[in-house]
């Protein structure tokens, strides 16, 4: 059977059994997940999934489907055939995990992520929460990247830098 690749984003108020209800739609549909990821975003939860899309089946039904369900209403949903030429992409094994937490600013993440540019460092997921702490509002910033085994210490060491100057914690792990 021939099939494409499409980009499916879910964006609904967040509850149990999301997930479920997603997937399970596309299963019966004899739609296959590939790269998958999900966050609670505030109230809601965001649902990002390259699909294999069998061909006879555009992706207006696969929307239409998933707007269907009980409860999605109200959902943003979107289903977009893929046009990324193939391409050689950037290293995505993870070999760190670092977090970075402190009072909230803006710029913040831009000047966390381009730290990660001068060291050929790739960002593999990254995931922010702004939550109240002690009545002040607290930013923690996971990111999972690879960085070069040659660069990892240098890149480090910018990256503390920059978080003691922007009051941010810097804590880190290297992964085998």
Do not use: W
């Not at 995931?127 to 930013?139: R, W, Y």
């Not at 690879?146 to 100057?165: S, V």
Request: hydrophobic content about 35%.
């Amino acid at each position: 059977m021939s099939t494409y690749k499409a980009l499916l984003s879910v964006f609904s108020t967040d509850r149990v059994g999301l997930i479920s209800d997603i997937t399970g739609a596309l299963f019966d549909l004899g739609i296959n997940l590939e790269d998958t990821s999900f966050a609670v975003l505030g109230s809601g939860g965001g649902l990002t999934s390259i699909l294999e899309v069998p061909e006879d089946m555009s992706t207006e039904e696969v929307a239409e489907r998933v707007a269907a369900l009980p409860g999605f209403e109200e959902a943003d949903i979107d289903v977009k055939r893929m046009s990324l030429p193939e391409s050689k992409t950037p290293p995505t094994n993870i070999t760190h995990r670092i977090k970075c937490e402190g009072q909230d600013q803006p710029g913040l993440v831009a000047r966390l992520t381009e730290v990660f540019i001068d060291y050929e460092a790739n960002i593999v997921r990254l995931k922010s929460d702004l939550v109240e702490q002690d009545g002040q509002d607290h930013f923690i910033t996971r990111f999972s990247v690879n960085i070069p085994d040659h660069k990892a210490d240098a890149c480090l060491t910018t990256l503390g830098n920059i978080t003691e100057r922007l009051g941010q914690k810097l804590t880190y792990e290297r992964v085998n």
